[in-house]
């Protein structure tokens, strides 16, 4: 079983920058690969990044420029830097575990808000 705890979110102005944190925890849990998905109201899920270790990592082409993802494996914590932040990008991220190799997310955090403001 794997336990992820997310922080960071909060509440911020339009070009400002907040970084979120996954610490992941739990059997075999360096074996997972851990991702950040945001959700909007009324809009589905979608992923933002992923990262396995610094060689195997990947962020979405809509944030990419703004965004970096990063992991210390030795806490394996996750982090999801975001810069020059956009009213668009007001949502819950959640923080989620798949093992690497498997296609599905078997675990997620609870979610943390980002709310940017104009």
């Known amino acids: 079983q794997v336990q992820l705890v997310e922080s960071g979110g909060g509440l911020v102005q339009l070009g400002g920058s907040l970084r979120l944190s996954c610490a992941a925890s739990g059997s075999r849990v360096s074996m997972y690969v851990l991702a950040w998905y945001r959700q909007a109201p009324g809009q589905q899920r979608e992923l933002v990044a992923s990262i396995y270790n610094r060689f195997a990592k990947q962020v979405a082409d809509s944030v990419k420029d703004r965004f970096t993802v990063s992991r210390d494996a030795a806490t394996n914590t996750a982090y999801l830097q975001m810069n020059n932040l956009k009213v668009e990008d007001t949502a819950v991220y959640f923080c989620?575990?798949?093992?690497?190799?498997?296609?599905?997310?078997?675990?997620w955090g609870q979610g943390t808000q980002v709310t940017v403001s104009s």
């Open positions: 989620a575990a798949k093992f690497r190799g498997m296609a599905e997310v078997s675990h």
